[in-house]
């Protein structure tokens, strides 16, 4: 029984899920009545972190695949140039050779991005949000599903905010080396990037104000 239990604990910390120490039973988690409304409105948060991740993973999924694509054309075409019968015997070996790496390296690259599930291929998420949005967007207990989500947006818009802030300085120092009107409209421009929201705060505002997703702000 004692290990029956410890192991219950064990899957729980691995999933989320609370478990009795003593009894073994599911622990049902109590929340805040003013924590759930918080998080419990008619657009969940978890859609808008969902969004959020599908927008960041793009171009990076976008970049990946192009990189792969890149790396297997490459050993494709180090291939077919080595079927040349005008080339050394030497040369023909170090086309095989670099075709047989360019393809590996494009499989591999791709093998790095996908993964086959039980739905066919499927992303790997790269960044950390689609990583977050990944771990929690199959937890049963909404409320805990719904917290964790609120919480991500609530702390990606200041980490965001930082980022940019850090950018907008890097630029606004660059551009004081300018003269002229060339100078004026940089730093300009630069402070009016600044005010603009990121998308992560803009993710955040969205929920908050509860702007359905695909409308924006005219």
């Known amino acids: 029984m004692v290990r029956y239990i410890s192991l219950l604990l064990f899957i729980g910390l691995a999933s989320g899920q609370e478990y009795d120490p003593e009894t073994g039973d599911v622990v049902k988690k109590q929340y805040d009545p003013d924590e759930i409304e918080i998080w419990n409105k008619k657009i969940p948060p978890s859609v808008y972190f969902e969004k959020l991740s599908n927008d960041l993973e793009r171009p990076s999924r976008l970049s990946s695949c192009f990189t792969s694509y890149l790396i297997f054309g490459f ?14 015997e030497s040369m023909r070996q170090f086309g095989n050779g670099m075709g047989t790496l360019g393809i590996a390296g494009g499989l591999y690259y791709a093998s790095r991005i996908l993964r086959i599930g039980p739905k066919g291929l499927k992303w790997i998420p790269n960044t950390d949000e689609g990583k977050q949005f990944e771990n ?18 609530v702390a990606l818009a ?13 630029l606004y120092e660059d551009a004081t080396r300018s003269i002229g009107p060339i100078k004026e409209y940089w730093l300009s421009t630069i402070d009016k990037m600044r005010i603009q929201m990121t998308i992560e705060e803009k993710a955040l505002d969205d929920y908050l104000n509860q702007i359905p997703i695909g409308i924006t702000d005219k």
């Open 75 to 88: 050993g494709v075409l180090f291939f077919q140039s080595s079927a040349d019968s005008n080339m050394s």
């Open 136 to 153: 929690i967007k199959n937890i049963q207990d909404k409320n805990e599903k719904e917290k964790l989500a609120y919480e991500s947006l």
């Open 158 to 170: 200041p980490i965001s905010r930082i980022k940019k802030n850090e950018r907008m300085d890097a």
